[in-house]
């Protein structure tokens, strides 16, 4: 198994919170950086926040302050913790893996905010 694979996802109301898990398939310190995107029906795939093995985090502006992407060294995986969430937070999240050759998509987690 070479891509990451996510969990967490699930249905909340507005304002909740959720946290997003991601298994990277080898060490994390050996990954350039490890990320999430988000697919919303009927829109583009967009980014949503990454990591680098450094620790330097980067996120998109609909989503700073409210998400905090971290990393778990020791068990290999990367968190993305929603916190304030909206209704147009819906979406298929994705996590990925971004090495110096390529980068590997995991298969998503839905995750759906009523109103």
Same mark, same amino acid.
């Given at each position: 198994?070479?891509?990451p694979?996510?969990?967490g &996802?699930g249905?909340?109301? #507005?304002? +909740?919170?959720? !946290?997003?898990?991601? @298994?990277?398939?080898? $060490?994390?310190? /050996?990954? =350039?950086?490890m &990320?999430?995107?988000?697919q #919303?029906? +009927?829109k583009? !795939?967009?980014?949503? @926040?990454s990591?680098? $093995?450094a620790? /330097?985090? =980067? ?11 971290? !990393?778990?060294?020791f ?16 979406a ?7 090495t ?8 998503g ?7």
């Amino acid at each position: 198994q070479v891509q990451p694979v996510e969990s967490g &996802g699930g249905l909340v109301q #507005a304002g +909740g919170s959720l !946290r997003l898990s991601c @298994a990277a398939s080898r $060490s994390i310190l /050996s990954i =350039n950086a490890m &990320g999430w995107h988000r697919q #919303a029906p +009927g829109k583009q !795939r967009e980014f949503v @926040a990454s990591i680098t $093995s450094a620790g /330097s985090a =980067n996120y998109a502006d609909y989503v700073k302050g409210r998400f905090t992407i971290s !990393r778990d060294n020791f068990n290999n995986t990367v968190y993305l913790q929603m916190n304030s969430l909206k209704p147009e937070d819906t979406a298929v999240y994705y996590c990925l893996q971004i090495t110096a050759v390529t980068t590997y998509w995991g298969q998503g987690t839905q995750v759906t905010v009523s109103s």
